[in-house]
């Protein structure tokens, strides 16, 4: 099954701070417009787009640090053979405007977001 | 400052169901030989390496889940510029066989590894 690693999402309480870490990296960010009063940056390095995503500090220990998204083929299927590892599965596939979104999570709780455009 | 992420390395208490969890993705893994009775496990996909590194279950607490290892130019101009915003330097760069190496922990603790080559 062949896919490809082309966002890594880090969700945190603390944006300002991650933003400036980042840019020494070379991630130049801009502010991405998004629902519901959150708040979230893209930077670009080669074909990664690495996200910084804002959420409230009683959420941090809740939410993920990290999300890995795959563009993935056949996602039905994957999720399917996701589900017989006993995965959790965050959401369902599910048709939005980006393509087919599903999300699952790893073994360790890492959260893993596989789009079919 | 110029950088690329070419490694993704996940820590963790439970290799096997990783590697299962991974190999999903299309991740083919192959064992790596590495120091001090640890086992790790690589498998590439386009362009980017993911590691999978066994830790004991006691350390799995106060280990980054996830490092991020970017190519980075000026090493050392780069290290005086996180100390500058206070980052944490778990390593001071480090001739090493595959080129200058060190360690910085973002403002969340995830885990940073720098490579001059």
Chains 1, 2 share one sequence.
Not at 46 to 52: A, C, F, H, P, W
Not at 71 to 98: G, H
Not at 101 to 113: H, Y
């Amino acid at each position: 099954m062949q896919s490809k690693l082309f966002r890594i999402t880090l969700n945190t309480a603390q944006p300002d701070l991650l933003l400036r870490f980042y840019t020494l990296l070379g991630f130049q960010f801009s502010q991405k417009l998004i629902d519901k009063g959150s708040q979230a940056w893209n930077g670009q390095l080669g074909d990664l787009s690495l996200e910084i995503f804002s959420i409230k500090e009683s959420f941090s220990n809740k939410i993920p640090g990290v999300q890995m998204s795959f563009e993935v083929k056949a996602i039905d299927n994957l999720v399917q053979e996701f589900r017989l590892l006993k995965s959790q599965i965050m959401m369902e596939p599910l048709e939005t405007k980006s393509g087919v979104i599903s999300i699952v999570i790893d073994p360790d709780g890492r959260s893993i977001e596989l789009i079919q455009s």
